[in-house]
């Protein structure tokens, strides 16, 4: 096995350009006599890495901007590396395993626990960051052990989008509460076209999709076989039993549903905001968006927040980690905050940005008021939290197929959630 | 005479170091990219590996744990169960059509070669893309296949083909078979073309029908590949991930969820790498198995 210090220290020699001479003197530990490159001053560190998964073209091209310009600001350049959402687990636990984590890293925010526990992450509290005005939801997220090890610039969370021409028509009035949902989403279905979609899907997505639902009617992923959980449950049932709603949402996922309801497919859908662009781009859709519907009129929805943070790995040089936790700290400034909020159609984690935010895009209200009360999903169970998801998502999909009444679904997926 | 025995010794010595550096090669490619994988998947499968063990490096020993922990599940029984029927419907499946074509394209008649070679075409297909296109023309309300049973009134509420428990499995086996008749065709037809000709004409002149010259001519003469094409064909099927990712995700409600999809689902997204080797171990020994018996049986029919 490699020593963790040694590949760190070979690769920072070859960033500044020494030659072999040099490597040989850092890898023995005596690198006094050195050129103007080498050198362990904490000055001295030119360049980090930083590993993300934005691998759309734009979204690359946007976050590798900030983060050079953010860079620029703290005296180095930024190398970033952005792989497919499913392989970055996968990706940062081999280099975890050959200690070859990039000096900046980007996770998706239910990730961010589990990866914390393994020990390959820093408490940002070292590096004297600043953590104060961000929403409630995303610093439980980032937090383990009590220590906080990530921050998000922006956030995201779903919503009830709408095809404005089609409630119209239809003489529908934008839903707010379950029974409005239900009747809503009948009067809307036609042949070939369903009132409501979501994604019920067998992945965590399904699970994220349900948790609004869940969560607003007072249910909770620590006891899922309750009453609440069970009436959520239902109103999913009810929407596919009575053809509101297709039974392929089964197989559905959250961009099948999108592309449902451009193709004009569906009235209504559950979505994100990382949609939005997509649904720009088709000229003749109407679209509008609100919170989603509530089990009774006058509550608030409390929807599951959604976003990526950014952290600091270990690394044999603590030069590399304060020159990454500089750039971190610049990342999440309100400046920066509320122009990549306004780029992807997210809403800015600081609630004082979030609420400027709002007053400069209105269109992203429903978003930044379902934000404010969002949940973070390893808020409660943390590192346990992915059990119950796959015990949610099981329910569902037992539920909906009528293998099983939502309130033994439940039963099952409780003792899914908390088997060893 | 002492040197003369020296130089014996010597050519002897160059001769078998000859004979082991010829194996060599062959054998290091083995056990670098087969004997490694296997033997760390068996201790992988007797510890307690989890995302926190890349960091660390030291996972815990926990002796039989992850196989009592998979094997107790309830998810087991029933993927078990699914495996076999998967297994079976389309091993079945393929070698009846596999079969079927392979004797039709034995005759010669105008258009019979570009006609098999356009039956290799689901093996030519990346098993992703025509497992993403499978999806779509099954979509209950928007494929192609559920608008054709309409357009010809045969069903006219259409079957759902991806979001029926019971109709989900029988979805995904009939993909299979589909993906599988190439192979099988393609394996079938070299072994009729080895049969002699003067054997049929024999047949014929005996008055011997198609059914007889079948069962005593082409049978007996054809065993050999076939047990190669089931034996294959068990084992390519037994561990068959992609198309079930790609059609159902093992869904809906596990219905189709398999050994495999349950070790790769254990694996890489619960990230529980210790019990998804002891999965993945349960599936070899299951292919070895099903391998064993079938070889086992071929060979008493053999002797018999």
Same mark, same amino acid.
Not at chain 1, 30 to 45: E, L, M, N, T
Not at chain 1, 173 to 177: L, S, W
């Given at each position: 096995m490699i020593t963790p210090a040694r590949p760190p220290a070979r690769r920072s020699a070859a960033r500044l350009g020494a030659g072999i001479a040099t490597l040989a003197l850092v890898a023995t530990g005596? %690198? =006094?006599?050195? %050129?103007?490159?080498? =050198?362990?001053?904490?000055?001295?560190?030119t360049s980090i890495t930083a590993l993300d998964y934005y691998t759309d073209q734009t979204e690359h091209a946007q976050w590798g901007e900030l983060l050079a310009a953010c860079g620029g600001t703290v005296g180095v350049t930024v190398e970033q590396t952005s792989v497919p959402g499913a392989s970055l687990i996968p990706n940062v636990l081999q280099q975890a395993s050959s200690r070859t984590l990039p000096d900046l890293l980007m996770l998706d925010n239910p990730d961010l626990q589990q990866i914390a526990q393994t020990g390959a992450l820093t408490p940002l509290d070292q590096y004297g960051i600043d953590s104060s005005g961000f929403a409630k939801g995303i610093l439980s997220a980032s937090t383990y052990d009590g220590k906080l090890y990530g921050l998000a610039p922006d956030v995201n969370t779903i919503a009830l989008f709408y095809n404005k021409d089609m409630l119209a028509k239809a003489g529908v009035?934008?839903?707010?509460?379950w029974a409005e949902l239900k009747a809503g989403a009948a009067r809307l279905t036609r042949p070939g076209r369903y009132g409501m979609a979501v994604d019920a899907n067998a992945t965590f997505e399904g699970t994220w999709q349900f948790l609004p639902f869940l969560w607003s009617n007072g249910g909770d992923e620590k006891q899922l076989a309750t009453p609440q959980a069970a009436q959520a449950l239902q109103l999913w049932v009810d929407l596919v039993k009575s053809g509101?709603?297709?039974?392929?949402v089964l197989n559905w996922t959250q961009s099948d549903v999108s592309d449902q309801f451009v193709a004009g497919r569906t009235a209504m859908m559950i979505n994100g905001p990382w949609r939005i662009s997509a649904l720009n781009e088709a000229k003749n859709l109407h679209w509008g968006v609100a919170p989603i519907p509530v089990p009774q009129a006058g509550q608030n929805p409390v929807t599951p927040l959604g976003g990526e943070v950014w952290t600091v790995p270990q690394s044999a040089s603590k030069a590399r980690q304060e020159k990454a936790a500089q750039v971190l700290a610049c990342l999440n400034d309100s400046a920066n905050m509320l122009a990549l909020a306004k780029q992807h159609f997210t809403v800015p984690s600081r609630s004082a940005v979030a609420a400027q935010y709002a007053e400069q895009v209105p269109s992203m209200a429903a978003f930044v008021q379902s934000v404010e009360a969002a949940r973070a999903r390893t808020g409660e169970l943390g590192v346990k939290w992915p059990q119950a998801a796959t015990g949610i998502y099981t329910a569902i999909q037992y539920a909906l197929t009528g293998e099983q009444t939502p309130e033994e679904a439940l039963q099952h997926a409780q003792q899914i959630a908390t088997s060893p | 005479m002492s040197t003369g025995h020296r130089a014996v010794a010597r050519a002897r010595f160059r001769e078998s170091l000859a004979r082991w550096l010829f194996i060599a090669p062959a054998a290091v490619y083995l056990l670098l990219f087969f004997g490694y994988p296997i033997v760390k998947n068996i201790v992988m499968s007797f510890q307690q590996y989890t995302i926190t063990t890349f960091y660390t490096g030291a996972p815990p020993f926990v002796g039989l744990q992850n196989y009592s922990t998979i094997l107790s599940s309830d998810l087991f029984s029933k993927a078990l169960l699914t495996t076999v029927l998967f297994t079976a419907g389309s091993i079945v499946g393929q070698f009846v059509l596999g079969l079927a074509f392979a004797l039709f394209f034995q005759r010669s008649f105008p258009l019979g070669q570009v006609l098999r070679s356009l039956l290799l075409l689901p093996w030519l297909l990346p098993l992703v893309a025509s497992g993403t296109t499978w999806r779509w023309m099954l979509d209950s309300d928007t494929g192609v296949v559920n608008a054709a049973l309409r357009v010809l009134h045969l069903l006219p509420s259409g079957v759902p083909w991806l979001t029926g428990t019971s109709q989900a499995l029988v979805s995904v086996t009939l993909i299979n078979i589909w993906v599988g008749i190439p192979f099988t065709t393609t394996i079938l037809y070299g072994g009729l073309q080895d049969i002699p000709t003067h054997l049929y004409e024999a047949a014929k002149l005996d008055g011997a029908g198609p059914v007889t010259t079948f069962r005593h001519v082409t049978w007996p003469l054809l065993r050999p590949v076939v047990s190669v094409v089931l034996v294959l064909g068990t084992v390519y099927t037994v561990k068959v991930l992609d198309i079930i990712l790609v059609v159902t995700g093992g869904g809906?409600?596990?219905?189709?969820?398999?050994v495999a999809t349950q070790s790769y689902e254990l694996s890489f997204q619960q990230f529980e790498f210790g019990r998804g080797a002891a999965m993945s171990n349960v599936l070899f020994v299951i292919s070895l198995a099903s391998a064993m018996v079938y070889l086992r049986a071929n060979r008493r029919a053999q002797n018999a």
């Open positions: 005596c %690198g =006094g006599g050195g %050129g103007a490159g080498a =050198g362990s001053a904490p000055g001295k560190v009035a934008v839903p707010r509460t509101s709603m297709s039974k392929s | 809906p409600a596990d219905a189709t969820e398999t």
